[in-house]
């Protein structure tokens, strides 16, 4: 199984600010098979980056990604209001699929 | 507009049975594989189970394996998965979602599942 390693667990932070997401696979994910999700708080979550770094329809141009082999990165480069969040990233390429365990960006 | 609508959740005794099922629309259904996925209460998220878009294939994760069924009628367009011999750890939002190349593409807003005597 692949493990999935997010940091930091939270991050406090402004908006405006520019916010980058870490997350480390314990092994290898080939293809670039890494997506990120962001759920709020009583909402399911919602598909933001798929293939390490391609954005999902209707994301906003702030939300990026990028990484290979077993570092992958999640940037936002001015952090809005309703940006405030908990971001989980998955690896697709081997079963089970497995997520991190999540990165809160909470208001500074 | 992709909708996915997950229904069957509630209060089940340990060692209990649930079959929970997801209507999907605004999408060819049968084009698509799909996914559950659960969210213990304050817990991040755990893939339990995907099923390809015929249903002639289906994954499970250990934790569920043996105890659940996940299956598919394309002409209704829905989802389901047969759980069984639950347990308090079983306790979850339940998501199915509709996969996109392996990543959960658009989900459903969940269905809870409370495991207690």
């Known amino acids: 199984e692949i493990v999935m390693t997010q940091s930091p667990a939270t991050l406090s932070v402004s908006p405006g600010e520019r916010v980058t997401l870490s997350c480390r696979a314990s092994q290898s994910v080939s293809s670039y098979k890494l997506a990120w999700y962001q759920q709020k708080p009583g909402q399911a979550p919602r598909l933001l980056i798929y293939?390490?770094?391609t954005r999902a329809t209707g994301i906003p141009a702030r939300f990026s990604g990028s990484g290979s082999g077993t570092d992958f990165t999640l940037t936002i480069s001015s952090l809005q209001s309703e940006d405030f969040a908990v971001y989980y990233c998955?690896?697709?390429?081997?079963?089970?699929?497995?997520f991190g365990q999540g990165t809160k960006v909470e208001m500074k | 507009e992709v909708q996915l609508v997950e229904s069957g959740g509630g209060l089940v005794q340990p060692g209990g049975s649930l079959r929970l099922s997801c209507s999907a629309s605004g999408f060819t259904f049968s084009d698509y594989s799909m996914h559950w996925v659960r969210q213990a209460p304050g817990k991040g998220l755990e893939f339990i189970s995907s099923?390809?878009?015929?249903?002639?294939?289906?994954y499970y994760a250990d934790s569920v394996k043996g105890r659940s069924t996940i299956s598919r009628e394309n002409s209704k367009n829905n989802l389901y998965l047969q759980m069984s011999s639950l347990r308090v750890e079983d306790m979850a939002v339940y998501y199915c979602?509709?996969?996109?190349?392996?990543?959960?593409?658009?989900w459903g807003q969940g269905t809870l599942v409370t495991v207690s005597s």
């Open positions: 979602a509709k996969s996109g190349g392996g990543y959960s593409e658009y």
């Open positions: 099923i390809n878009n015929d249903g002639s294939s289906t």
């Open positions: 293939g390490a770094s």
């Open positions: 998955q690896q697709y390429n081997n079963w089970p699929r497995t």
